[in-house]
């Protein structure tokens, strides 16, 4: 009996300490980068534990605009501290003359830090000059340095076409689950830095770091290493097709403007790319989330009204529907009851275009309609309103890889019964009832105008470029498939276009004394949201310029707002005011 209860016994305890070793072996040899369910990579917290360090870079890819300056990041000069500096003599009286700064200030800096910093004499970094980096590294003081450091701006231009990053160790295993990448590995989560995430992950921090006990005290006197990837290919920098100075000033106009809802889309005619892009609400930077801050207003449906009688018109032409002798009744409103408001009595094609007739253009959608109910829509997509119009395409194992992963299709009917109904067509020849697209494809259809009906994708990014400058992957120019307008139809609308502006009645007669020739069309939409018994509108303009020799398409809307509030006429006309004055300055 004694005998059976110490073999049990020693098989017991053989089992615990089997158990024991099966442990110990999956934490220490199999699982060490991996451990648990939540990923946890035991060799970096074990590393954590006995040192400290400061991260320089995160290895993150960065964003560049068209000229090559950073948008996300700053490298600035910085003077860096380690807290073992407390524990020994060093001379910080010649490291306040250099930065012409107190040396108590600096000493009491170093006696309350706990781990490496950067000195900050305010709430930011204090930033070296070339000269001063120079004197402080001269000095050869352990544990003070002058390196460049990256850091990520408050507020950067285009924040929402670029978007944000953050840490989601389940959304980073999802994605990359043949990556072995520590879990705080920042991913994007919108914009551009979402579209390009692949592309962009770290290598490798670039940090200084040095050894420490238990207690915090330096292991190895005043060691400290820096440690980089040493990848000179990694992190890459995405080149946009974002004009920096731009961004900024056409940030600042819609600001003042106080556009709490919409923003703009302005377009570089030469190679159809976005050269500024404003969204509003802007990001909180606390909660991107909190009224919608987080979303690109650009690329989302939208409601656009009489911006859709382009398309209308287009249609119109193209059927012969309209001749210079024919008049339509604007003196009656879509439905043909007496219109007491905007009464223009007799007007023809060319002045109920200018002076955005609904009448006419509710006409003109069901003769369209009794002709073939899907001409709005095959006219819609001729002139790339209808569909993503941003830049897609092969790039390397991705088929269909689109920069802008966020943007929205249009549409103009949602349902195929209502391409029939007589009513339901007039409305939607006048941009109500269901018809939906995004700014961006507002500005792409003033584009393929102002080209004589070139239709090309847009592109918010003309390349990928590796650490050394190098070129890394190409987005060349690309034209959108599918049938376009004819150079011929592209004229008459110009000319259409143009008198909205040059009609002594257009709805675009503000911008007659603008620097540059502006041909463009307004839009005024009904939302069906009420505000305290009142109904919201979007208002628009859309337009392109010079007239002649076209460089700029520019659409500007203010979302969700009541009738009597301000639309966005000044907010283009000063935008137009300004990019002439940037090309004079070139």
Known sequence: MRKRRIIGWLLFCSFCLGVLL??????????????SKHHINLLEESVKQRSQELVIDNGRG?????????????????LVMFPFLKKMEWDIEKVADILKIPS?????????????????????????????????????????????????????????????????????????PNKKLPEKTLIGISGLEQSFDEFLLPDGKSKLIYHVDGTGASL?????????????????????????????????????????KGGLILLNLTDNSILAMVSRPAVVKTD???????????????????????????????????????????SKKINGEPEL????????????????????????????????????????????????????????HINHFKQISDEEFGRVFLKSSAQTDANFASQSGIGQHEVRTTPLAVA?????????????????????????????????????????????????????LREVVVNENGTGRWFQNLPYEVAGKSGTAETGKFEKGLQLHNKWFAGYFPYHQPKYALVAVNLDVLDNEPGVNQLFAEVVKMLYRYDKKR
């Open 444 to 496: 792409n259809m003033m584009a393929t105008i102002a080209k004589g009906g070139k239709k090309e994708m847009v592109r918010a990014v003309t390349k990928i470029e590796y650490k050394n400058g190098s070129t890394m992957i190409d987005f060349p120019e690309k034209n959108m498939p599918g049938e376009s307008i004819s150079p011929f139809i592209a004229m008459r609308l110009q000319k259409l």
């Open 62 to 78: 960065n964003f560049h605009d068209r000229n090559g300056s950073p948008l996300v990041s700053k490298k600035i000069s910085v």
């Open 104 to 176: 108590p200030l600096i000493k009491s800096k170093v006696d309350q830090a706990k781990k490496p910093f950067v000195f900050a004499a305010e709430q930011s970094p204090l930033e070296l000059s070339p000269k001063q980096a120079e004197g402080i590294n001269a000095l050869q003081i352990p544990g003070v340095f002058a390196i460049e450091k990256s850091f990520e701006r408050s507020i950067f231009p285009a924040e929402q076409l670029i978007g944000i990053v953050g840490e989601n160790p389940r959304e980073l295993e999802r994605r990359y």
């Open 341 to 396: 408001v905007y009464n223009y009595g007799m007007l023809n094609f060319s002045d109920s275009f200018a002076r955005s007739c609904n009448h006419t253009f509710g006409q003109l959608a069901q003769e369209l309609k009794n002709i073939d109910p899907k001409i709005l829509d095959n006219y819609a997509h001729k002139l790339s309103l209808i569909g993503p119009v941003g830049w897609e395409g092969s790039v390397f």
């Open 220 to 260: 190895y006197g005043t060691d400290v290493r820096y440690v980089d990837p040493a990848n000179p290919f990694y992190p890459v920098n995405v080149r946009t097709t974002i004009d920096k100075e731009i961004q900024e000033q056409t940030e600042n106009l819609v600001d003042s403007f106080k556009i709490k």
């Open 288 to 330: 991107p989330y909190q009224q919608s801050g987080i979303t690109n207003m650009m690329v989302k449906q939208q409601i656009i009204g009489s911006i859709f009688k382009t398309v209308t018109a287009a249609a119109a032409i193209d059927y012969n529907l309209v001749t210079p002798s024919r008049l339509f009744d604007c």
């Open 22 to 35: 099966v442990r110990l072996m999956e934490i220490q040899l199999f699982r060490t980068e991996t451990f």
